[in-house]
């Protein structure tokens, strides 16, 4: 409790001078230099260069209060030194990104800063505007709203697909845009975050979850599940 409220006095500076002290109490301070920035993300930086530990926190967070910004500072220490980082402040630290004002704050800056680079539905082997509607009559009663649709721009083997609500967007891997990949690959990726469209994040707490039961239920929904997965497991391998 001492601690917190000591919070209220204390600069950005001197936080994150206190948490690596308590974090590394022989080593020599370093400069510090924390600095709000319009990222177009919740992410932050930490780094350290010639004595100089330089901080890039995400302009959200610029109000937070004290506690959050401990909780941080703890994560992106932790994070900077390979140390395990207590249990409470990531909690702490999710639990407040999960409020409601902060999520919508987020998808708002998302939607005005992030920029979003499309290369259109119509790949090489497979128009995804033409799969989506195949899949929505087919497993949605063609119920669902169409969102912009499009290849990705790198061939990612890490991220097949993605369903990104703040641009209202489904982007699917140019890696399966091959005439070597079966059409089943890719409709079950685009049938997958189709699914993310009908079944929204749930946020309660501090927990997010993204593939809530009614999703893995409908998901198996799929036929050739299990032949579609070894598909997209071999891709992922090769
Ligand atoms: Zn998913």
New binding site residues.
């Given amino acids: 409790m001492q601690v917190e409220s000591a919070l209220l006095f204390e600069t950005p500076a001197e936080l994150y001078a206190r948490v690596l002290r308590s974090l590394k109490p022989k080593s020599p301070l370093p400069e510090i230099r924390v600095e709000f920035r319009r990222f177009a993300n919740a992410n932050s930086l930490i780094r350290l260069e010639n004595q100089r530990l330089h901080v890039k926190i995400t302009d959200l967070l610029e109000g937070a209060p004290a506690p959050v910004m401990e909780a941080l500072a703890h994560i992106l220490l932790g994070k900077l030194f390979r140390r395990a980082v207590p249990r409470i402040y990531g909690y702490r630290y999710r639990l407040y990104m999960n409020r409601r004002d902060v999520r919508r704050n987020l998808h708002l800056v998302r939607q005005i800063r992030g920029r979003k680079v499309l290369r259109g539905p119509k790949g090489e082997t497979c128009d995804l505007d033409e799969a989506f509607e195949v899949l929505n009559f087919r497993h949605f009663d063609g119920l669902l709203a169409r969102p912009a649709l499009s290849w990705s721009v790198r061939r990612s083997r890490t991220v097949l697909g993605h369903y990104d609500p703040s641009h209202n967007a489904i982007i699917v891997s140019r890696l399966l845009d091959s005439p070597a990949t079966p059409r089943l690959a890719v409709e079950y990726v685009l049938f997958?975050e189709m699914l993310?469209l009908r079944f929204p994040v749930e946020h309660s707490g501090a927990r997010r979850r993204?593939?809530t039961r009614e999703f893995r239920q409908a998901e198996r929904a799929f036929p050739r599940l299990a032949e579609a997965k070894l598909i997209l497991k071999s891709l992922a391998g090769c």
């Fill in positions: 997958h993310h993204v593939h």
